[in-house]
């Protein structure tokens, strides 16, 4: 099973308007969205600017979220059944646009990927690793990360964009690391000891190549609502907030 590496799961609620309260994959990001009518229209541009296609699935066991994430060339969206085609049209547009957002700030470029690591080299390494260049590549399905030593380049998986900017961070320090000490042994991780989230960012990446072993009923799903939670159709219904979130009334929050 692939799991995708960036997905949004918005939790609706009722009143005069909807609102959402939104919970990103490697991260939080605090969601306020107006009626249906001052919604713009869907639209899912790809890389280059091509318009990618928008699929949406609707569920019965689905009443309180919307989900989104992107599938290869389509953008997933996941609805309850019983919302009408304005409200479909509405968070469609909502959910393809705070995917786009999010992209843009969690898949940095080669260059800026570049510049990541040369200053992490300097503040964590003494500036000993000075890669030439950094690049993601499609093509390490059962690694994060690899670096060749003689032209002091390192390439990072594409899996890990999505993931928050320090477990990132740790990956390219990995590799950095591996153009001063090769293996993994004592020297390697000594060099490594001062970055501050080194285990927790092992465990991150740990729990995730777990993860994918893992059954879903829908990619980034939420489970279906527990027996005795406040339907969304209910006026006036707020629900608790998410371990995590931030309010939906903030602007969207920045990666670790």
Request: hydrophobic content about 40%.
């Amino acid at each position: 099973m692939v799991v995708p590496s960036l997905w949004i799961n918005i939790l609706l609620f009722t009143g005069r308007s909807w609102a959402c309260n939104g919970a990103v994959s490697a991260g939080n990001v605090g969601v306020m969205a107006r009626s249906p009518a001052s919604a713009p229209p869907p639209s899912a541009p790809a890389e280059g600017g091509a318009s990618a296609p928008v699929e949406v699935r609707r569920s019965a066991r689905r009443r309180r979220t919307v989900s989104a994430y992107r599938d290869g060339g389509r953008t997933i969206v996941l609805i309850p059944a019983r919302m009408s085609r304005a409200e479909e049209r509405h968070w469609v547009a909502v959910m393809v646009q705070r995917l786009e957002q999010r992209e843009r700030r969690v898949r940095p470029s080669d260059e800026v990927l570049l510049e990541r690591a040369r200053a992490l080299s300097t503040r964590f390494l003494g500036g000993r690793a000075e890669p030439a260049s950094v690049r993601w590549v499609t093509n390490q399905s059962g690694r994060w990360g690899s670096c060749t030593v003689d032209d002091r380049s390192i390439r990072i998986s594409t899996r890990a964009q999505g993931m928050p900017a320090y477990v990132v961070d740790y990956v390219l320090l990995h590799e950095l690391a591996h153009l001063l000490v090769p293996g993994h042994g004592p020297d390697f991780w000594a060099a490594l000891a001062d970055y501050p989230r080194l285990e927790r960012a092992r465990g991150f990446l740990d729990g995730w190549t777990a993860g994918l072993a893992a059954p879903a009923d829908e990619p980034g799903a939420q489970p279906a609502d527990e027996p005795g939670a406040q339907p969304a159709d209910e006026p006036g219904a707020q629900p608790a907030d998410e371990p995590g979130a931030q309010p939906a009334a903030e602007p969207a929050s920045a990666d670790e």
